[in-house]
């Protein structure tokens, strides 16, 4: 990848010094819903990726917008990095948001929608329903979906209803009385969440194989026969989104798993932050909406199509067109490691192989998703079971539910072994799923604590100790992704096995700290935040520009999540002045504004979105003492990371891993120009094309490497 010209590039005094972190975070769902336009990409693979740039958005409102309505009257408070009053930011977010929602629907109803019909796979209309389809709807609203629904008309003794957030609802305009000889005008019909938002007509309703309609068609159809004896002049869906930040004062409680389930009841229930409307709603119940739920109008979307687009994700698997996804793709084992790698990779078949024996010879890295999670788990099994373990550490941020690795800790302390997790019990949304295997954990006998308060605990290790030939011995794993089974299968992360002594001591001292609550001094290899993660970083960069500066080679390859935090910035800008050739890849936000002339002109910026999940943290340091540096990180360059949450980042010592994490986490993706967005001196992404060269994927790349 080459530096952006100096003659390319813009002044400082165009645009302000930093990008607002909101801004780049709705640029990077613009991203994301471009890829539902790609015609390169199967289509019902367009198909998800609509309905992930609708989640995104989803969160986007209960989450990051909510956070600055929370703001907005604290006299003082400024958006980070770029110093924006909160109200100056919603307005402009605002903006941004509308215009992406717009091109939501127009991606569904003028691209996807007439391509998925040529492939036979069509969205079926009220207006064009046959008469056997309207028998079979109909009979199937008076069966599956009447009896759960529950009308609400509006009068003194029936306020408007509490609405959840999220939740799918419709406003039902009716004349003339009701059984009481009352005429109140208004209904509300909640949707309950169980119900499904697409149903796939059976071959005696209709002559296609893959038809669909709507929930909310149906309910059209049919909702006068909630209402008899009145006349339904209209009916209109609507949802609102609401703020689901949680707030519990942890200096003020005993038990956060107790303040936390209680909380946890009230999300569904914050304040209004969005409503979205059915295009179609007449003006007088669109502000009578608006007026019960608190809104202006910079608040509203009116939209054309379901009002959760995300429903749609259920459409692929019930279509059954595996020729419109991509081709399967099965994560490569550990017994089929490369017959090329330093030293023989046995295949586990024998009982007494043993993953501790081959992590003994040399440390081992794990490349997920296209290399299977299962040796993690196997190592906690073995772990569980093996005589000359004594203890097991382990944080836990994210698993899912059935989790193996819930089960191999559980095993492991009840044949005697002394096992400790630390589970984050305020991962955002997985907040009820930890809490359920906290206690679980904790009914097996296992030493549950709940990290550090006010500081989360994303850090992602285990440590095993072990006593071996009567001397203590540590095997660690550690790695940039959470321990979850699900998302190793399409979130790209690093995990490295290892029995280095001086990563293993490290990892004991910061579990100890973690439940003593002891100082940790004199970590040996590790970077740990909130304490010397940032200013190691800090000092790297600074060497950096100072090697630069004295004419020796500087350079910096640095790939994570986002970018937000103000003084790693202001650095990367320093180094950029002094000479360093600065690559980021940064998947999410990026605040730091590249491109500028005589403040970032050395440094690019590129954002990878493809068929996985870019996930990694990866940091080169050229270092110009012959002895470059390389590290993988649970952490972002973010203010969050760095600062309040407990984070490690630790070295890559073994030469091999250290070549194998530079290639396939950084080298593969400089060069990737199909699916590489170029970050702009404006703030906004250009899609690099293959002009020149041959057309490179790295994850297209990476997959074929480990298919081999």
Not at 435 to 450: M, P
């Amino acid at each position: 990848m080459s530096t952006p010209e100096s003659n390319n590039a813009v002044t400082n005094t165009e645009y302000p010094r930093y990008i607002n972190r909101e801004q780049s975070l709705l640029e990077f769902n613009r991203r994301v819903l471009a890829q539902a336009k790609n015609p390169d990409i199967p289509l019902l693979e367009r198909l998800k990726y609509l309905c992930i740039s609708s989640s995104n958005m989803d969160e986007f409102f209960e989450v990051r917008l909510a956070s600055l309505y929370e703001v907005v009257n604290q006299p003082g408070a400024l958006t980070r990095p770029d110093d924006m009053a909160p109200q100056d930011a919603i307005e402009m977010l605002s903006k941004t948001a509308h215009e992406i929602v717009a091109m939501q629907y127009s991606t569904l109803n003028h691209i996807l929608i007439p391509e998925l019909q040529k492939e036979n796979i069509r969205f079926l209309r009220r207006t064009h329903w046959n008469d056997t389809q309207k028998a079979w709807i109909k009979n199937y609203f008076i069966e599956a979906l009447h009896p759960v629904l529950s009308a609400v008309g509006l009068d003194p003794s029936h306020p408007f209803p509490r609405v959840l957030n999220k939740s799918l609802n419709f406003i039902v305009s009716l004349e003339g009385e009701d059984a009481f000889g009352r005429s109140n005008g208004l209904a509300i019909v909640p949707v309950p969440r169980s119900l499904p938002r697409i149903i796939k007509l059976p071959p005696e309703a209709t002559d296609g194989e893959n038809d669909f309609v709507f929930l909310s068609s149906i309910l059209h159809a049919h909702v006068s026969l909630m209402f008899p004896g009145m006349t339904v002049t209209g009916c209109y869906q609507f949802r609102v989104t609401r703020n689901t930040n949680l707030f519990i004062d942890e200096e003020e409680v005993d038990d956060i798993m107790s303040a936390l389930r209680g909380e946890l009841s009230s999300r569904d229930y914050g304040g209004s932050i969005r409503l979205e409307v059915a295009d179609n709603c007449p003006p007088h119940m669109v502000d009578y909406l608006l007026d019960r739920f608190n809104l202006t109008e910079q608040a509203l979307y009116q939209v054309h199509g379901p009002v959760n687009l995300h429903r749609l994700s259920t459409v692929p698997d019930m279509a059954k067109r595996p020729d419109l996804q991509f081709e399967p793709f099965s994560a490569r084992t550990l017994s089929k490691k490369s017959p090329k790698k330093a030293f023989k990779l046995f295949t586990r078949q024998k009982k007494n192989d043993s993953l501790f024996s081959l992590v003994n010879k040399k440390d081992l890295l794990l490349h997920h998703p296209y290399e299977s999670f299962t040796p993690v788990i196997d190592f906690l099994k073995e772990a569980a079971t093996n005589p000359d373990v004594l203890a097991i550490r382990m944080t836990l941020y994210r698993t899912g539910e059935d989790s193996e690795i819930i089960k191999a800790l559980m095993k492991a302390a009840q044949n005697g072994k002394e096992v400790t997790a630390v589970v984050e019990l305020r991962a955002r949304f997985d907040e009820d799923n930890n809490i359920i295997q906290a206690t679980r954990l904790q009914d097996a006998g296992v030493h549950v604590v709940y990290g550090v308060v006010g500081y989360k605990t994303h850090a992602k290790m285990i440590l095993v100790v072990c006593r071996e030939n009567d001397r203590i011995k540590y095997y660690t794993h550690m790695g940039t992704g959470n321990y979850h089974h699900i998302t190793t299968r399409f979130y790209s992360d690093f995990g490295l096995l290892t029995a280095n002594q001086a990563i293993g001591r490290d990892a004991s001292k910061v579990f100890q700290q973690l439940t003593s609550l002891g100082e940790t001094k004199d970590l040996e290899v590790l970077l740990q935040s909130p304490f010397t993660l940032q200013s190691g970083m800090l000092e790297r960069i600074a060497r950096e520009a100072n090697n630069a500066k004295a004419g020796k080679p500087a350079r910096i390859i640095a790939k994570m999540n986002g970018l937000e935090e103000k003084e790693i910035i202001d650095a990367l800008y320093e180094a950029s002045q002094a000479g360093v050739k600065i690559d980021l890849i940064v998947r999410g936000i990026c605040s730091l504004r590249p491109g500028v002339a005589g403040l970032s002109e050395n440094i690019t910026v590129t954002s990878i979105i493809g068929r996985f999940l870019e996930h990694h943290r990866v940091y080169y340091f050229e270092n110009s003492d012959g002895k470059p540096e390389l590290f993988c990180s649970s952490a972002d360059w973010m203010r969050r990371n760095l600062l309040a949450r407990v984070e490690t980042c630790f070295p890559i010592l073994d030469q091999e891993v250290f070549q194998q994490v530079y290639t396939e986490g950084l080298a593969a993706y400089l060069q990737d120009n199909t699916g590489a967005w170029k970050l702009q001196s404006d703030g906004s992404y250009q899609l690099a094309t293959p002009v020149g060269r041959p057309a490179y994927s790295a994850q297209a790349y990476l997959i074929d490497k480990y298919s081999q």
